[in-house]
């Protein structure tokens, strides 16, 4: 493969599971390189080589903490600043990569709207380009686009989505749940708040859309307890399982009289997520619009 130019690649969550993993899988590409990696705030790991801390060796690139974040990314000329962390400290992270100019890859879920709201706001005034998506893996990707196709087609079918993960994931429903919620909402115009029905908390990101019709009363239930009566016809449902060390399962439920039809993916390795980054890498340093938040389906080609 021809090389222009080397993509300077810098890693937060530095010593994660998710992080570790895109960091040995940079180290395998001929266009990109690891240039920076930042740990947590004031984090054990500071000044540690990466490489060793992974498990692949020294690669002369020392952990940095959270605090270091400007003047890493300054200092390395970083084209592309990797975030799988959690929301509340992704936040303060791609601000400060949209301020030093610095273009962002984030995998981050369970981001709220007030949350989404700022982070869209940095990169537009700093203009520089960003793929978020709650889930990158390509097979995912392909699901969300199939189940759309399938809420249009039985559109008068219940809908169900199911999601399970490992018991430490500390937000429900998951970033890809809501995603699906999302998907198939807007194809049948079903759409309302999602955090409003979730007693958990969690906020959706459907955005502020006046073509799109809001059916009367909630369209989405999280969980069913109690004497809740007959299914209202037009909600969507989803649940959340917690347990084991699940990567991610995500089903829809499509159930009509007399049968019923259910698409699942499931993410066996967490190298599903760091495949998808990969090419997220390159898609936001080529390709991506400037000031714009593009998602995995822009990248992959898929529209949905």
Do not use: W
Request: proline share 2%; with cysteine; net charge neutral.
């Amino acid at each position: 493969m021809e090389i222009d130019k080397v993509i300077k690649v810098a890693v937060t969550g530095a010593g994660g599971r998710i992080s570790s993993k895109i960091i040995k899988t940079i180290l395998k590409q001929g266009d990109m390189e690891v240039v920076a990696a930042i740990g947590a705030p004031n984090t054990s790991l500071e000044g540690k080589d990466v490489g060793e801390v992974i498990g692949v060796g020294k690669i002369n690139i020392p952990i940095n903490s959270a605090q270091r974040l400007a003047h890493v990314l300054k200092e390395k000329k970083a084209d592309v600043l990797v975030d799988f962390t959690i929301a509340n400290s992704a936040v303060g992270t791609i601000q400060t990569a949209a301020e030093c100019g610095v273009n962002v890859v984030v995998g981050t879920t369970g981001l709220s709207d007030e949350q989404m709201t700022l982070i869209s706001e940095s990169i537009e005034e700093n203009n520089i380009k960003a793929v978020i998506s709650p889930n990158m893996a390509v097979g995912v990707n392909v699901f969300f686009k199939i189940i759309k196709d399938l809420a249009k087609t039985l559109s008068d079918y219940d809908i169900e989505i199911i999601e399970a993960h490992h018991k430490h994931k500390l937000d429900a429903p998951s970033g890809t749940a809501c995603k699906a919620y999302e998907s198939i909402a807007r194809e049948l115009e079903r759409v309302n708040e999602l955090g409003r029905a979730n007693k958990l908390g969690k906020a959706n990101k459907l955005g502020k859309d006046d073509k799109l019709k809001t059916v009367k009363g909630e369209s989405c239930v999280c969980g069913r307890q109690g004497m809740v009566g007959a299914r209202s016809p037009g909600e969507i449902g989803v649940h959340a399982v917690r347990g084991g060390d699940i990567v991610g399962d995500h089903t829809v439920l499509f159930a009509g009289e007399g049968e019923r039809l259910e698409i699942t993916h499931r993410a066996g390795s967490r190298q599903a997520f760091v495949t998808g980054a990969i090419k997220a890498v390159r898609y936001v340093n080529t390709k991506a619009l400037e000031g714009k938040i593009s998602e995995m389906a822009d990248v992959l080609g898929i529209k949905v």
